[in-house]
């Protein structure tokens, strides 16, 4: 008759690989891809409303549930976007230490798809109606025609309205949704609380 070893005691790599991989890590990675992640500002395109050195909550999941077809109000316009700008636009990419990327930027969601946006006497223009902009700064703003956002998109500008201070959709057009990491309307360092819309 044939016995049957006693089961052997798991051994360190296989405990660490519970412990830490599974018990830890992949909880973060889960969290960090579906539910939201940390967001550093830099640069001047958002003055005054975001300053560098300003730390943003990045909500990924509403960007998550619209890939999944689920309902949500995303994106909203007046919403700060964290996006990558269109990869055939000249200003999508920069080098750092040698190595070519497209960065993430931050700018506030104007015109949604469906929705005809233009630039007419300094004011920005949708559907017929000048938005109420408390948020943008005092500056010089081209005209530009008008343009309907094409479906899956969304029309970004920065509230630093100064000239050459802000490169969105006045320069790239509309912004293609699946470049969008999600909002990020509240900031959590240094004055904490609720971007103003």
Do not use: C
Request: proline content about 11%.
């Amino acid at each position: 008759m044939k016995t049957v070893p006693p089961p052997t005691a798991p051994g360190p790599w296989h405990r660490a690989w519970r412990t830490w991989i599974l018990g830890a890590l992949l909880p973060v990675y889960l969290l960090t891809t579906f539910g939201g992640t940390l967001a550093r500002v830099d640069g001047d395109s958002m003055n005054e409303t975001l300053t560098t050195g300003d730390v943003l909550l990045l909500l990924k999941y509403p960007r998550w549930l619209r890939a999944w077809g689920l309902p949500t109000p995303y994106p909203r316009r007046g919403d700060l976007l964290i996006f990558k700008a269109p990869a055939d636009s000249p200003y999508s990419s920069e080098t750092v230490w040698g190595v070519r990327h497209r960065p993430y930027n931050v700018k506030r969601a104007l015109a949604l798809a469906g929705d005809t946006v233009a630039v007419q006497d300094g004011k920005v223009v949708v559907n017929g109606k000048p938005l109420a902009e408390s948020y943008a700064s005092e500056g010089f703003v081209g005209d530009q025609p008008a343009l309907t956002v094409p479906p899956g998109k969304v029309w970004v500008m920065g509230d630093n309205r100064r000239l050459g201070s802000s490169l969105d959709s006045r320069a790239y057009g509309p912004v293609d949704l699946g470049d969008v990491a999600g909002p990020a309307d509240l900031r959590l360092w240094p004055r904490p609380g609720l971007i103003p819309r």
